[in-house]
């Protein structure tokens, strides 16, 4: 999940539901509630770890955190030097990932099809749609903050790009690096609130709902690869951060590849991203059994 979300257009939420946790992920987070809170009040710790399944959460935030600090630097050379091919590896495992996601849903009725094209269509859209301007407004911040870190646990949506559409992710990075409060606090209170009220409507959806919620993220998941075709050129702006001049992708445009060298080792690329999904879930399925 850590790897997932250091790729603008990936979510670690698509990881979470191919190896099977996603389900349990939601339903710890939504355990942060006025009982946890008696809990740690009366320090009852014991019974509070087993409340919000403290050791699973724990295990995939350290897993998350250390694949972060890992992988950050390296994708941040890749991107540099092979980013076609990077953009490959992860088309090939968003596709294994639809097909992975969407066996899970029971029937395929018409119900469940219309929930997986309007899926689709809402984070295909994401690909097109022009970014909006800054605003500061406090009411405006904790609504970025709250759709953006629910954007990041659910498979197919980036925090940081739903951010960006929203028009302040430029006014995040630089508040981040001047410590500006006045920003993040909003904006921090607004992801805390978002997560926590998104968790326990997702938890409760997923267990009334099950088929209808699979369709539409395999939708979000299927439409993510508008993001992620390999051969696009980005559109950049230039902005002004505390450590100087920036640019931040606003678009892209998109072309077919031409025959070569490259394009056959981007395709071998999706074939190797497409088996490792597979081979995850195969290993997943294991470890529950």
């Not at 092979?82 to 294994?96: D, E, N, S």
């Not at 119900?111 to 309007?118: T, V």
Request: contains cysteine; charged residues 10%.
């Amino acid at each position: 999940m850590g790897a997932a979300n250091v790729i603008p257009g990936v979510s670690g939420g698509t990881i979470a539901v191919v190896t099977g946790i996603f389900e349990r992920l939601i339903q710890a987070i939504s355990k942060f509630d006025v009982a946890a809170l008696i809990l740690l009040k009366n320090r009852e710790f014991k019974k509070l770890t087993k409340h919000v399944d403290l050791i699973f959460l724990s295990a995939i935030g350290t897993g998350a955190f250390i694949s972060l600090i890992s992988l950050a630097r390296l994708f941040e050379y890749l991107f540099i030097s092979q980013k076609t091919l990077v953009w490959a590896f992860f088309f090939g495992l968003i596709i294994a990932s639809v097909y992975v996601v969407g066996k899970t849903v029971q029937k395929w009725n018409m119900q469940n099809i219309i929930f997986f094209i309007s899926g689709s269509l809402v984070a295909g859209s994401m690909a097109i749609l022009t970014p909006g301007t800054s605003n500061e407004s406090t009411l405006y911040l904790l609504l970025c903050g709250a759709i953006a870190m629910c954007s990041m646990i659910l498979p197919g949506l980036s925090g940081s790009f739903v951010l960006l559409l929203m028009g302040n992710y430029e006014l995040l990075i630089n508040s981040i690096s001047r410590l500006e409060l006045n920003i993040l606090i909003p904006f921090g209170c607004g992801a805390l609130f978002g997560i926590l009220l998104f968790a326990r409507i997702l938890g409760s959806v997923f267990q009334n709902y099950h088929d209808q919620t699979i369709s539409i993220l395999t939708g979000f998941i299927f439409g993510s690869l508008a993001i992620l075709w390999p051969w696009k050129n980005e559109i950049l702006s230039n902005f002004n951060s505390a450590s100087g001049s920036a640019e931040k992708v606003i678009g892209y445009t998109y072309y077919l590849p031409e025959i070569s060298t490259e394009t056959w080792t981007a395709l071998a690329i999706i074939l190797i991203g497409v088996f490792l999904i597979l081979w995850t879930e195969s290993i997943s399925k294991k470890s529950t059994n």
